[in-house]
């Protein structure tokens, strides 16, 4: 019989995803006997990474450096969704993993995609390191609900993700309290999280969709924010092409630089934290922070 658990987080914005693959009972650990899970998509691979520490296994269902809203699963993938014992996912964020969900009916099933965090269509909650402390509890809740002999340790790795990612948002909160600048202008609009969190306005050249052309319009639009507000810098990201941003740059005579919105992990030796940082470093040197 199939039962759909929800589990929502103490900050609204807990949307997560998390498979634990093996046998249909979902309870069954790896064969090196930690715990199987599979990740949507990395962000929340990174958080199970944490809270589950050395009691899980983690892969992700979007491979390293790989575009998340694009990701096609083969028939093996959705397999192992429909075994696995728990699912937690962001509804609307990937197609083919809502599809694999609704053809496979895992046993037990999370989706944070209905709550308020993501009412307004921006899934990026991850941006925002408040807002994925929040879903630390949950993976905890069901881990320990798979299995229950580790559930102290879950909650206790739970816990210590929350205070690193607390101490990770004053941070930004710091080293962003003092800038000359406040707006960016980014190459996908998938940065509002943060710059809601930390008082930034953000302009995108093309909107949630990362491979979206701005129109002509468009580009006059920007150009007219950057010589409005003497921004300096126009910022990339590793996994869509800077062509566009790179020539708008050049015209108006200013930089470029990466700011990741991290979806996916490029390089294997950053993790979340570490491409946060990075992100920190390039709004500072790019807004004219002391």
Not at 36 to 48: D, E, G, M
Not at 76 to 88: I, L
Not at 179 to 191: G, K, P
């Amino acid at each position: 019989m199939h039962t759909t658990r929800t589990f929502t987080g103490a900050a609204v914005g807990a949307l997560t995803l998390v498979a634990l693959s093996g046998c249909a009972d979902g309870a069954t650990p790896a064969a090196d006997d930690r715990l199987a899970v599979l990740a949507s998509f990395y962000p929340l691979q990174y958080v199970v990474e944490q809270v589950g520490g050395d009691l899980v296994a983690v892969t992700s269902l979007t491979p390293p450096g790989a575009e998340p809203h694009d990701v096609e699963l083969s028939p093996s993938q959705v397999r192992e969704v429909g075994e696995a014992g728990v699912v937690v996912y962001l509804a609307g964020f990937q197609a083919a993993v809502d599809d694999a969900i609704a053809a496979r009916t895992p046993e037990h099933v999370v989706d944070a995609g209905a709550t308020a965090a993501v009412a307004d269509g921006d899934p990026h909650f991850w941006l925002d390191p408040t807002m994925l402390a929040a879903v630390a509890p949950d993976v905890a809740a069901m881990l320990a609900e798979a299995d229950p002999d580790n559930a102290e340790a879950y909650t206790a790795g739970a816990e210590a993700l929350v205070t690193d990612l607390t101490a990770l948002d004053e941070e930004f909160v710091e080293g962003l309290a003092r800038c000359d600048l406040s707006v960016i202008v980014t190459a996908h609009a998938a940065f509002a999280y943060l710059t809601e969190r930390y008082g930034l306005e953000q302009v995108g050249l093309s909107g949630l969709d990362p491979e979206a052309e701005p129109s002509p319009a468009r580009l006059r639009e920007i150009r007219e924010v950057v010589e409005a507000n003497g921004v300096t810098t126009v910022f990339t990201e590793a996994l869509v092409s800077p062509k566009v941003a790179e020539t708008l740059a050049a015209d108006l005579g200013i930089a470029t630089a990466v700011l990741d919105p991290v979806e996916s992990q490029v390089d294997p030796a950053v993790d979340y934290r570490g491409a946060m940082e990075q992100n920190l470093v390039a709004l500072r040197d790019a807004l004219g922070c002391a």
